[in-house]
């Protein structure tokens, strides 16, 4: 990279530069990675996506699942099997249901409660003849249900040609679920690597260099994964499938971002040491305060997940910062040891050369992108500010909760079987709720249900424990507005029985919780998320007006990538709607790492300022940081959008609407709004640090427009 000035006088780099550092650094991480590889595949182990894990304690849903998992007879995973034959049902199909029910009754014989009698559930006929089901309660003792639908599906295989069967139920959704997150940990890292090497092999354009990033940053992988599962193990913190695939994301993008923003001052200091270490003390200098500064950012905001009400929610915040900080400590730490150690070689083809002349630095892209900005700062704030409000118009479009049967990009089993359900028993075609009461309430409580808006049957079970039980099937689809509505019913007229002790779950009224929290969960951390990393760019930049205009710009940029992902999952995608965590954690991802962008800029221009003013500040700093910034916009863009080739909606959604708004923040809000804003606010955008004050010229001298004014004495 050529330069235009010989770099300021630094203190010498003293003992950091030795020739024993380096080979020190990566001792210890060798013996770091000798006990914490073995500890991050133990991640795996300590996973959840079970719905009583993720809501908080007290949530009614969480109660009712925490009194099933207690009572006898509770412990059970409910499948229900629906048989149908388009030309209606004949002797001989219904005479195989029947024999299927007996095996499988045999096989899986549901609990009793004491002093009841085990007459399980009958096989029933639909009024149109042409479908005939039955439930099976199969209890947890027997397995998990994705180890359970796979053989129930199997065992109900010999059938006459023309019978056909769905296996479905609640059971059947969360076997179903869980088998598109088997083996997603995995999938992620690979599909990671190999994105993450593709975009470096291109970057670097060298046979050798890329595979050292790659190397640091997957061994920061893995001590992150290490470090998550003893958090887990020490603390209890919630982790599930999604946020053990965002955690490789997480590591994999924000670690290659530090890595070229390392490497691109590593590359500018050989150019003016001739000791490697030298330069790299410098580079180290130069770099981490912006890299330190984007990480305390990120982490920030990250922890203030803490005061979420959800515990999915709430965990992502010490997994998600517990990986910025192993990346932070990599890549700070081992990968400047490792391209020290060996040497400039590892540039090869392009080695920078060690020269004491002064090279002329020719304009570059970015350096008439700049210039041209400059002369246009008025268009290119409007016309930035056009192209996302356009893009926020998006927002208009189907914003509406995604159900749970439209989570999959390939509908399973599972959830054609409550399309058919409800096809031939309309009365039975929603998700059952249980209500509990107290035995001497049931009667009066399950009166009460049945004459409930909504409610299709409501059938008395079993009474143990204390406590009696009532199974409650709406009459509407299933995570749908209309059966929420007859969930909430419900829940206030039982609770209006006095004594009665009524609460009321079940796998809808678990969804129904979970939007609700997650609601809630929005409502508190987005404003705490936006006063954190304010506070942090206002103590980074020493200024009140960057921070807030910065800030602005991240929003707007959140409102046009959000608006423009909406128009893609409604009008091309096909999507039923956006998931209810989509939101927010879209918006703490976003504004997180798209501040991280606009930090690297305004820290390098800060800095320039001081010895060119504002505006060739600005400048100098978008020529200097262009190129690798946006290198670090790509590939981070890149490795959320490897989420978009999972089979999941929401973590498609995720990670496209991830991926396409930090593309937005580093190619138009980062390159064009940013530095436009800044040369029309002038030195003002620095206020009220001594930047913005004017200088005082010697006598005789013209004052310069704010923007142009000479280098402050220092």
Same mark, same amino acid.
């Given at each position: ?9 630094? $203190? ?38 079970? @719905? ?11 109660? +009712? ?26 002797? *001989? ?152 695939? =965002? ?59 803490? +005061? ?12 998600? @910062? ?28 392009? /080695? ?12 570059? =892209? ?29 927002? @208009? ?23 058919? =359900? ?73 609770? $209006? ?11 809808? *009224? ?24 304010? /506070?942090?760019? *206002?103590?980074?930049?020493?200024? #009140? ?36 965590? +989509? ?18 800029? @305004? ?25 690798? #910034? ?21 973590? /498609? ?27 029309? /606010? ?29 280098? =402050?004495?220092?």
């Amino acid at each position: 990279m050529a330069v235009n000035a010989a770099p300021p006088r630094q $203190a010498p780099p003293g003992r950091l530069a030795g020739r024993w550092v380096p080979w020190l650094v990566i001792g210890l991480w060798m013996a770091l990675a000798a006990v914490m590889v073995p500890l991050s595949g133990k991640l795996s182990s300590v996973t959840t996506d079970r @719905a009583v894990d993720t809501l908080p304690a007290d949530a009614e849903s969480t109660k +009712v699942a925490v009194l099933e998992d207690s009572l006898p007879g509770g412990e059970d995973n409910t499948f229900v099997f629906v048989y149908h034959r388009a030309g209606g049902m004949t002797d *001989a199909d219904r005479a195989t249901v029947e024999r299927h029910y007996d095996a499988l009754a045999g096989r899986y014989p549901p609990k009793a409660a004491a002093g009841e009698d085990d007459e399980g559930p009958a096989t029933r006929p639909s009024t149109d003849g042409k479908a005939m089901m039955f439930t099976l309660d199969v209890s947890t003792t027997y397995g998990a249900p994705e180890a359970l639908v796979g053989p129930l599906r199997d065992a109900a295989k010999d059938r006459p040609a023309g019978l056909e069967l769905e296996v479905t139920g609640p059971a059947a959704v969360d076997g179903d679920m869980d088998a598109v997150f088997d083996g997603i940990d995995l999938q992620v890292f690979l599909t990671t690597v190999i994105v993450v090497t593709v975009l470096l092999v291109l970057t670097y354009r060298s046979p050798v260099l890329w595979f050292i990033p790659l190397v640091v940053v997957g061994a920061a992988a893995l001590t992150a994964m290490a470090t998550v599962y003893l958090l887990v193990k020490g603390f209890g913190i919630v982790v599930n499938d999604q946020n053990s695939a =965002l955690l490789t994301i997480l590591v994999f993008g924000v670690g290659t971002d530090y890595a070229l923003l390392l490497i691109a001052r590593y590359r500018e200091t050989l150019h003016h040491h001739e000791n490697v270490r030298v330069a790299m003390v410098h580079a180290l200098r130069g770099a981490a305060p912006a890299i330190v500064a984007s990480a305390a950012t990120v982490v920030a905001g990250l922890l203030c997940l803490l +005061v979420a009400d959800l515990n999915s929610t709430s965990g992502l915040g010490p997994i998600g @910062a517990a990986g910025i900080l192993c990346a932070l400590v990599a890549m700070l730490t081992l990968f400047p040891a490792v391209l020290v150690v060996l040497g400039r070689r590892i540039f090869w083809p392009a /080695i920078p050369r060690f020269s004491a002349a002064v090279e002329e630095a020719k304009p570059g =892209l970015w350096g008439r992108l700049g210039s041209t900005i400059s002369r246009r700062r008025w268009v290119a704030t409007l016309g930035s500010l056009g192209i996302l409000g356009v893009l926020a118009i998006g927002l @208009a479009g189907n914003t509406g909760a995604l159900r749970e049967q439209d989570q999959f990009l390939s509908a399973p089993e599972s959830v054609t079987g409550f399309t058919v =359900l409800r096809q031939h028993f309309p009365e039975l075609g929603g998700q059952p709720m249980t209500v509990f009461t107290r035995p001497a309430y049931q009667e009066r409580v399950l009166d009460i249900v049945e004459g409930t808006p909504g409610v299709a049957v409501a059938v008395p079970g079993q009474t143990s424990g204390g406590w009696a039980d009532i199974s409650v099937f709406p009459t509407d689809a299933p995570d749908t507005v209309a059966e929420y509505d007859t969930i909430k019913r419900v829940r206030t007229a039982v609770h $209006a029985v006095s004594g009665a002790e009524a609460i009321v779950g079940g796998p809808s *009224a678990e969804n129904l919780d979970t939007e609700v929290t997650t609601r809630r969960d929005e409502k508190v951390v987005i404003p705490l998320v936006l006063a954190v990393v304010l /506070i942090v760019l *206002a103590l980074l930049l020493r200024a #009140i007006v960057a921070p807030l205009v910065l800030m602005a710009t991240v929003i707007v940029s959140f409102a046009a990538a959000f608006g423009g992902s909406v128009f893609i999952f409604d009008t091309i995608l096909g999507f039923k709607g956006v998931d209810y965590s +989509v939101p927010l954690l879209a918006f703490l991802f976003l504004v997180a790492l798209g501040v991280d962008y606009n930090i690297f800029l @305004a820290s390098r221009a800060r800095e320039e300022t001081v010895r060119l003013g504002t505006r060739e500040g600005m400048l100098k700093a978008l020529s200097a940081t262009g190129g690798v #910034i946006t290198s670090a916009g790509l590939v981070l863009a890149a490795t959320f959008a490897v989420l978009t080739t999972l089979p999941l909606v929401m973590l /498609i959604e995720v990670g496209f609407l991830v991926a396409f708004g930090v593309l937005l923040d580093a190619l138009l809000v980062r390159s064009v709004l940013v530095p436009a804003l800044t040369l029309l /606010i002038g030195r003002r955008m620095w206020w009220p640090s001594r930047l913005s004050r004017p200088v005082e010229l010697p006598d005789g001298q013209r004052p310069l427009v704010d923007d142009q004014e000479p280098a =402050l004495q220092r």
